[in-house]
Nanobody, 125 residues
């Protein structure tokens, strides 16, 4: 089992940057595939990025490709989402999620077993 805590959200102007962190409890963080999702008001939760457990292979939604970078530091039990060139449409609550690494990454929220509480990102125009 793993517990996840996000941090790093805030208010930023369009074109700005933020780095989100997801701190995980437990000593088996390296065995989990991890993902970032976001949910805007009135919308469904959507995939943002994912990183595999075994080889840290990364995957991105088309809407963030080239602007966001997902990474993980297994020694620190932490995953990151570096966000550049933020747009107002990036405004959402951002969640990190985990699933056992042998299942691989997934684009679907229901495939993840563990979730953080979320951190708000607001991009003003």
């Amino acid at each position: 089992q793993v517990q996840l805590v996000e941090s790093g959200g805030g208010l930023v102007q369009a074109g700005g940057s933020l780095r989100l962190s997801c701190a995980a409890s437990g000593r088996t963080f390296s065995t989990y595939a991890m993902g970032w999702f976001r949910q805007a008001p009135g919308k469904e939760r959507e995939f943002v990025a994912a990183i595999s457990a075994s080889d840290s292979r990364t995957y991105y939604a088309d809407s963030v490709k080239g602007r966001f970078t997902i990474s993980r530091d297994n020694a620190k039990n932490t995953m990151y989402l570096q966000m550049y060139s933020l747009k107002p449409e990036d405004t959402a609550v951002y969640y990190c999620a985990a699933r056992p690494g042998y299942y691989g990454t997934s684009y679907y929220p229901n495939d993840y077993d563990y979730w953080g509480q979320g951190t708000q990102v607001t991009v003003s125009s």
